[in-house]
């Protein structure tokens, strides 16, 4: 999935619509963890983590460690040292290529994390510190908010009629339950598309998981280079297209789809995020095929998400390599996992990497 353009959806502010106040959430304090700092009574999912972090904060003091968000609505959150691999030894979302004067790292990475999970495996860094210039699928940070906004409203707009006009009312019913769950305020969203909806609900929920897009590995590195440096596989708009723009049945069809599983969003994510830190492609590829369905609409939202994407991206980091210079290339974990992954785009274009653990060194 293209998580990083998620929070790119963020920039239509709303107005939380009020609710009954039936939500809680409790955060923990990684150093104490018996004390637990429960916020009850919200009126939402992501206010009640908000309170619940905020309780934590204060208390927090001087001592070390981090607040994070450990359940919602009874429901457990996974916490950070929890999802992170017990094995010493273990694969990373991490390779190394070179040919001639070029050197490529290519790392699968989370748009979306938390403070649990940094410090990163020692190698991001190392080979972060080895390269000159710092590729991502798309430099958002580059775009002046403003213009942002306008183009992803040119692509978010429902051309005619309402949201509500165009869902099957039982659709709409589902989808206004999680609204409710999680504070969108779905009358002031009428005349968005589902894509839009669809992307807005899953903020929602990640942010009440304790999840957030500036923690994001993307955002992390970004912060830390010169905006000269950063380099573009993609753009904004042609990942706000491929979001936004798809027909509106195929949109209508994932959306219904999402909303049928959508109660199980923290099991995902915790098993999503447990394989990438332990490194298992081959779970990431079938937690992405599982969780995107098997419908027609989905097979072919998926094609174009992974499959075709991962051909151009390989070709691009393939010209990389054909010049000279060092690149450090960040792309979704998705991306390099499955039979059609970039790695496997590159190797049938003749380059092959090696893949880096946890105990190696990159230099090696």
Not at 12 to 36: C, D, G, R, V
Not at 88 to 116: M, Q
Request: glycine letters at 6%; proline letters at 4%; one cysteine or more.
């Amino acid at each position: 999935m293209i998580f990083h353009t998620m929070r790119l959806l963020a920039l239509l502010a709303f107005a939380l619509p009020a609710t009954a106040a039936q939500h809680s959430s409790e955060a923990q304090l990684s150093s104490a963890p018996t004390e637990i700092f429960r916020s009850s009574n919200q009126p939402n999912r992501v206010v009640a983590a908000i309170a619940a972090k905020q309780q934590c904060e204060q208390a927090k003091g001087r001592r070390t460690g981090y607040c994070e968000i450990v359940s919602m609505d009874g429901e457990l959150i996974g916490r950070a040292v929890d999802l992170k691999p017990e094995s010493n030894r273990h694969p990373l979302f991490l390779w190394r290529f070179t040919r001639g004067d070029a050197t490529v790292y290519l790392a699968g990475t989370v748009h979306v994390l938390k403070e649990g999970f940094f410090p990163l495996p020692r190698q991001y860094e190392e080979a972060f510190a080895a390269t000159d210039l710092l590729v991502v699928e798309a430099a958002v940070e580059q775009i002046e908010p403003t213009q942002l906004q306008q183009m992803m409203l040119s692509y978010a707009l429902l051309a005619e009629g309402s949201l509500r006009a165009l869902l099957l009312p039982q659709t709409y019913a589902k989808l206004a339950k999680q609204a409710q769950t999680y504070g969108l305020p779905l009358e002031q969203m009428q005349g968005f598309k589902p894509a839009l909806i669809s992307q807005q609900l899953a903020v929602a929920a990640i942010s009440a998981m304790g999840y957030d897009p500036a923690l994001g590995i993307e955002s992390y590195f970004s912060a830390r280079i010169e905006p000269q440096k950063i380099l573009e596989l993609e753009s904004v708009e042609g990942q706000l297209k491929l979001l936004l723009d798809q027909p509106l049945d195929m949109q209508t069809a994932l959306l219904r789809e999402t909303l049928e599983d959508f109660d199980s969003i923290a099991e995902q994510t915790d098993a999503m995020l447990s394989a990438w830190a332990r490194g298992d492609d081959g779970e990431v590829a079938s937690l992405i095929r599982e969780q995107t369905g098997d419908s027609a609409a989905a097979k072919s939202f998926l094609y174009q998400l992974l499959d075709q994407r991962n051909t151009r991206m390989a070709q691009r980091i393939a010209n990389m390599l054909s010049g000279s210079g060092s690149y450090f290339v960040l792309v979704g974990s998705a991306h390099l996992a499955g039979s059609q992954s970039v790695i496997t785009e590159l190797d049938k274009l003749g380059f092959s990497g090696r893949r880096i653990f946890s105990t190696d060194s990159i230099s090696n």
